[in-house]
């Protein structure tokens, strides 16, 4: 029955971050922010709505490491299964916006900031603050670098009519569907985690993790297909920030999260050099199969390490 719960309500979270995204996107376009603040802030921060709500959730029943699991798996699959796929299945890579010379550093810096932050054991609700005030300085950048990066349409209906009607009662239905989708989705794993025997790090660091990086596949996947790469590497670099601070930040507000590093090394390790592999990737332009195939072999050492903990 667990499983059934579990299945539900990511299900229920999903579809309520989708519902908040969609919402978001049509108030942006009436009052006319530029498309390209849209993707690269709105999309970015809509797709880690999953994670936020279930670290969120997780922080607020005392459990830290499902909270802090959460992010790091995320972070690993966004680079090593969402970008990899985007690799394989792209007929035509070659980003218009230089990555490594914009981009790189806010996908390291957080990662590094975050890793000295556990040093402690704890992420306070100090580390909060700093980590939200990393992204606003992220969000600052990308405004200032407004002109210079490509603007991705993104596909609306937009022969309907802006209606404040209608987008309100939706955006109450989209929170409530993360709510609800979040809570039940940390009780429903908590319980598997318990009647298995397993600890619920690595029901974070896969299940949840895993089940809260499907929105930035979805969107990944689509924009590479249609030939927006640019998107969807934004995408990811964008999502890991936005895990990395804003969703580890709201958690810590919430509740500190406490946590041993040298029990998680290998995972925390994962995630930095996977981060790693990301700038290098950007820095040489290696943007194609042979570098997803790359991403794909780390994805397989993670999951078989995680595995072998089961």
Do not use: C
Not at 187 to 202: C, L, M, P, Q, T
């Amino acid at each position: 029955m667990d499983f059934i719960i579990f299945i539900v309500s990511m299900g229920v979270l999903i579809w309520g971050a989708d519902v908040l995204i969609n919402q978001s996107e049509r108030i942006a376009l009436e009052f006319n922010i530029p498309e390209f603040i849209i993707g690269a802030t709105l999309i970015a921060l809509g797709t880690s709505l999953p994670e936020m709500a279930a670290s969120i959730a997780a922080s607020y029943n005392g459990r830290a490491e499902i909270a802090v699991s959460n992010v790091i798996g995320s972070n690993i699959l966004n680079i090593t299964l969402v970008l990899a796929t985007v690799f394989l299945i792209a007929t035509k890579i070659n980003p218009n916006r230089d990555f490594f010379a914009k981009d790189s550093t806010w996908a390291l810096m957080p990662v590094l900031i975050f890793i000295l932050m556990l040093m402690d054991g704890v992420i306070s609700r100090f580390d909060a603050i700093l980590l939200l005030l990393l992204m606003g300085a992220y969000l600052i950048f990308l405004l200032q670098d407004a002109k210079s990066i490509l603007e991705d349409e993104i596909e609306l209906d937009k022969q309907e009519a802006f209606s404040w009607a209608r987008i309100i009662p939706m955006l109450f239905l989209g929170f409530l569907l993360v709510i609800v989708g979040a809570h039940f989705t940390i009780e429903s794993a908590s319980s598997i985690a318990k009647s298995f025997g397993i600890s619920e790090w690595v029901i974070g660091i896969i299940m949840i993790s895993l089940g809260t990086s499907l929105p930035e596949l979805t969107v990944s996947i689509t924009a590479a297909l249609k030939g927006k790469v640019d998107m969807a590497i934004g995408n990811i670099i964008g999502s890991n920030m936005a895990n990395t601070t804003v969703v580890l930040g709201t958690a810590a507000l919430v509740h500190p999260l406490s946590i041993n590093p040298t029990s998680y090394i290998f995972d925390i390790t994962t995630m930095f050099v996977a981060t790693l592999i990301l700038v290098f990737i950007t820095a040489n332009k290696l943007y194609s199969k042979p570098a997803g195939i790359s991403l794909i072999i780390i994805l397989g050492l993670f999951l078989n390490n995680t595995l072998q903990q089961i």
